[in-house]
Antibody
């Protein structure tokens, strides 16, 4: 069973960079796409972007200028950096496996999520 | 971008009821529509992909249908563990977007 676990600071100051890592266990990062998805408190889900194990990426245009996703297959990890954060970036951040081309580009395994608050 | 509109935004129902949630796309997305269930404090769980395919391990009381612009998620007989928020997700192209959610509450 694939498991994902997010890690990183829960508090980030405005204008600074949010950094999170997702560690994958029970399976390899190879041959899959891996995504970051966030959810502001009490609100809906927003897809941030994905990375393929080869390193190719695709970002949501609404965040593209501030987002970097990277992968380290040797460690079975992928990471998110979001620069110049504001209070609007306060959210639970999820890492997920997908989009899966075999399942209509869905997300089948998710991390438990980590709350990141942008505040001074 | 293709917009997704879910309805209703909230719904009260009783155990044993049959419930239908609707998701509408602003333009055709064929069957590139997925459904998730989210319980408070938990990550979303994939229920249905490709509009009508049941994800492995998901109870058969959940079903999905539709194509083009109109889609439905049906729970044939509500169980206590089904009270949660449900989201549709369009996956026709990026950026992938989710509906605003339907909160299913106990009547």
């Amino acid at each position: 069973q694939v498991q994902l676990q997010e890690s990183g600071p829960g508090l980030v100051k405005p204008s600074e960079t949010l950094s999170l890592t997702c560690t994958v266990s029970g399976g390899s990062t190879n041959s899959y796409y891996w995504s970051w998805i966030r959810q502001p408190p009490g609100k809906g889900l927003e897809w941030i972007g994905y990375i393929y194990y080869t390193g190719s990426t695709n970002y949501n245009p609404s965040l593209k200028s501030r987002v970097t996703i990277s992968v380290d297959t040797s460690k079975s990890q992928f990471s998110l950096k979001l620069s110049s954060v504001t209070a609007a970036d306060t959210a639970v951040y999820y890492c997920a496996r997908g989009p899966l081309s075999s399942s209509y580009y869905s997300f089948d395994f998710w991390g438990q999520g980590t709350l990141v608050t942008a505040s001074s | 971008d293709i917009q997704m509109t879910q309805s209703p935004s909230s719904l009260s129902a009783s155990v044993g009821d049959r419930v239908t949630i609707t998701c509408r796309a602003s333009q055709s997305i064929a069957t590139y529509l997925n459904w998730y269930q989210q319980k408070p404090g938990k990550a979303p769980k994939l229920l249905i992909y490709g509009a009508s395919s049941l994800q492995s391990g998901v109870p058969s009381r959940f079903s999905g249908s539709g194509s083009g612009t109109d889609f439905t998620l049906t729970i044939s007989s509500l169980q206590p563990e089904d009270f949660a928020t449900y989201y549709c997700q369009r996956s026709y192209n990026t950026p992938y977007t989710f509906g605003q959610g339907t909160k299913l509450e106990i009547k």
